[in-house]
């Protein structure tokens, strides 16, 4: 399963959110630049993530937008669903009425296991264990803290 550019877009889109997250609302326009996401196509991206309650929209000079609940509580694959719809690597996976097969296809069980795996991965992350993941130091961060070098052995 190949998440498309929108959907892309809009996970962008709610990280940014995140990182500003309770501060206060984000301009559209800080968030196509910060992003790099097209501010028209944007727009419409925020519109559908508003609709879907993932963000609020603030009206006035301060305005903007902001995440309607904590990053926490938001996990990617619950909005991949809302904004793409469901996981498969498949078409048949989703509705097995259109299998030519069906009933009798070896494949199935392999695309079954395809797609439980996509959604562990995507369900057990949250924005916030995106924001977590990048206070983490890398490798070399971590040994140039101690006065090392990544290209020394210890």
């Known amino acids: 399963m190949a998440i498309n550019q929108k959907c892309q877009y809009a996970l962008r889109a709610l ?16 968030i196509a630049h910060s992003q790099g996401i097209p501010k028209k196509f944007l727009e419409g991206i925020l519109g559908l993530l508003k609709s879907l309650g993932y963000v609020k929209s603030h009206r006035g000079k301060d305005g903007g937008y902001s995440l309607a609940k904590p990053p926490g509580q938001i996990s990617v694959g619950e909005v991949i669903r809302g904004v793409q719809g469901p996981f498969s690597p498949v078409e048949c996976i989703i509705g097995e009425d259109h299998c030519q097969l069906k009933g009798r296809c070896s494949f199935r069980p392999l695309w079954e296991r395809a797609k439980a795996a996509l959604e562990e991965v995507y369900d057990h992350t949250t924005f916030q264990d995106l924001l977590d993941q990048d206070k983490t130091p890398t490798e070399g961060e971590r040994l140039e803290s101690k006065g090392g070098s990544s290209d020394e052995p210890d």
């Open 15 to 30: 990280y940014e959110l995140s990182l500003h997250y309770p501060s206060g609302p984000v301009k559209i326009a800080h």
